[in-house]
């Protein structure tokens, strides 16, 4: 059982920091203003990996937009996706001839978007784009290529500015690699 004050001593090393999360956000934020300006795109969140990491680039992309979520998980108390993926809540907004940009705090194997853009094209919707807080390119197991990557990472891991292990460390403030010994033997 993992509690508070064990959080720190559960993570190998810090790979991306609270500041430049912060800076990053702001950057890929004022971008993403610059490109959509005169339109009014659809910021979609992918729940619920996504809560911290939308809530501060939703802030950053200073032009009128409107918000939405969706759930789906691919994988639960493991640190692999299982490929089976569980969708749980769709979005409520009508996308058709809307600019959407959808946000996840991930990309490893690329299922769960491609999953997600596939069912959106559907809609009819007049562009789709991707914004990712992470991509982990080494993971990739279907072709996607997200439109606004924030950091790349390494294969590992990761917890904490939304992403979890088994639902816990999502509120650790910077992005952390999670130490082996957590999820071995379990
Ligand atoms: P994909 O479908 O394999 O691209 O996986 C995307 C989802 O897997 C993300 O939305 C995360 O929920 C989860 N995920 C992938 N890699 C990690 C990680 O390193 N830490 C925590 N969650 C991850
Ligand atoms: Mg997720």
Do not use: W
Not at 38 to 44: A, D, F, K, Q
Not at 118 to 141: H, M, N, V
């Amino acid at each position: 059982m993992i509690n508070k004050q064990d959080m720190m001593q559960d993570i190998e090393r810090i790979l991306v920091s609270e500041d430049q999360i912060h800076r990053r956000i702001r950057e890929v934020g004022a971008q993403i203003a610059a490109d959509y300006r005169g339109r009014t795109p659809i910021l979609v969140g992918v729940l619920k990996g996504v809560v911290p990491f939308f809530a501060e680039m939703a802030a950053a992309i200073d032009i009128p937009l409107q918000e939405d979520f969706m759930c789906i998980t691919s994988f639960e108390g493991g640190t692999a996706s299982t490929g089976k993926l569980t969708f749980r809540k769709d979005i409520d907004h009508d996308i058709e001839g809307r600019d959407v940009i959808i946000l996840e705090d991930i990309i490893d194997s690329g299922s769960t978007l491609k999953m997600i853009v596939e069912l959106f094209r559907a809609r009819r919707p007049a562009s789709i784009r991707i914004c990712t807080l992470l991509d982990k390119p080494s993971g990739r197991k279907v072709e996607l290529t997200p439109d606004y990557t924030c950091f790349t990472i390494p294969d590992a891991f990761v917890v904490g500015c939304g992403l979890d292990y088994d639902d816990y460390y999502r509120n650790l403030p910077f992005v952390g690699v999670l130490k082996p010994s957590v999820y071995q033997d379990r």
